[in-house]
């Protein structure tokens, strides 16, 4: 993949997407970060999904508004013990550039590119957002307020303004109104991915979808500690009084292979690389438990999704299909195996 031009990668990448919508996958989630990947824009590249599909679902995993309070500074520069201060991000000069330089998102902006994504694409958009917000309990309080004034722009038929701690609008005057309208009532399904453990009952209060990571990749915790986690998300929700049933996605790294010497060889050589990793970093030989990734034949990934389902009543399995070395044809190789072998039999 390393040696396709920006086109050809666009290109494959929507052939990807246009074969899921073709088998009936439910959702294709896309990603994207400024600076650091092909997709600047996750709305934009939404738009252009929604254009080429038909049936399927398109969510963003995720938006990144970009919060930043007015008088709020971004500084790379070192503190005690090695931690960029304030950082944001996975790499602190990159991350600190744009956090200076962008605009942050404005709330009633992004809630009418929104609707008009899910007029555009009949009612099939799900809106998956980040604000970056762990340990921070100012910048949480403020994404929460960002997702209210959508909220209440979609909702309402005539925004009477909103006055909260980070923003401040006046009512609309006599005769204006945002347009478009949703297709989806009251609004699209908003998911929020869980990047703490400290996220999991406040999301149930709030009664948000969430998004967690499972497997080896994704969930550094383990299993036995993640099912906890989202027992009391469940419990928060329906300690909350919010109707309809708590929803969770897991997010699995995926490689699904038509055989089981193929699973093994490749089992055996991701194995040998994470070792080797892992020395190199001043680790040990002695590889720590892992959770189970959704590798292998499509009869050990059905087993799988069973034992997700079983132990955390997953709504949903989201496929990440990079991370491993691959090339485009192993990706549609194992979009078609999920699509004729998997889904099925987990439907």
């Not at 990807?16 to 092909?38: F, H, N, Q, Y």
């Not at 209060?205 to 990571?213: C, D, E, Q, V």
């Not at 080896?216 to 109707?243: C, F, I, P, S």
């Not at 438990?289 to 997953?314: C, K, M, N, W, Y």
Request: charged share 25%; glycine share 10%; net charge negative.
């Amino acid at each position: 993949m390393d040696d396709e031009s920006e086109a050809q990668a666009y290109d494959a990448s929507f052939e990807e997407i246009r074969a899921m919508d073709e088998a009936g996958w439910d959702t294709v989630w896309s990603g994207g970060v400024p600076l650091r990947t092909m997709v600047p824009s996750i709305l934009l590249l939404a738009a252009a999904i929604a254009a080429r599909t038909h049936r399927i679902k398109i969510g963003t995993a995720v938006h990144l508004p970009g919060l930043k309070a007015p008088s709020e500074e971004f500084t790379t520069k070192v503190k005690e013990g090695g931690s960029p201060i304030n950082r944001r991000g996975g790499n602190a000069e990159k991350f600190g550039w744009v956090f200076d330089h962008f605009s942050p998102a404005n709330p009633l902006q992004t809630a009418e590119q929104i609707a008009m994504l899910d007029q555009l694409s009949n009612g099939r958009f799900i809106y998956g957002a980040g604000g970056d917000t762990t340990g921070d309990e100012r910048r949480q309080r403020q994404f929460h307020e960002y997702l209210a004034v959508m909220r209440q722009v979609w909702t309402e038929e005539e925004f009477s303004g909103f006055d909260g701690e980070f923003y401040n609008y006046p009512a609309l005057p006599e005769g204006a109104n945002f347009l478009p309208r949703c297709v989806q009532k009251p609004h699209p399904p908003i998911l929020l991915p869980l990047d703490s453990q400290q996220g999991f009952v406040p999301m149930g209060k709030l009664g948000y979808r969430i998004a967690i990571g499972g497997g080896g990749l994704h969930n550094v915790r383990g299993d036995a500690v993640l099912k906890e986690d989202v027992k009391n998300y469940r419990q928060a929700w329906v300690d909350a009084g919010h109707g309809g049933d708590p929803s969770v996605s897991i997010r699995m790294s995926t490689h699904v292979v038509a055989t089981q010497r193929e699973a093994d060889r490749i089992r055996e050589a991701s194995q040998k690389t994470r070792v080797e990793h892992t020395l190199k970093d001043g680790g040990s030989a002695e590889e720590p438990e892992r959770s189970s990734d959704l590798f292998g034949t499509p009869e050990e990934v059905v087993d799988r999704i069973h034992q997700l389902r079983e132990d955390f009543g997953a709504d949903e399995i989201i496929c990440t299909m990079i991370g491993w070395s691959g090339s485009r044809e192993d990706v549609l190789k194992g979009i078609r195996l999920i699509s004729e072998k998997v889904i099925p039999k987990v439907s």
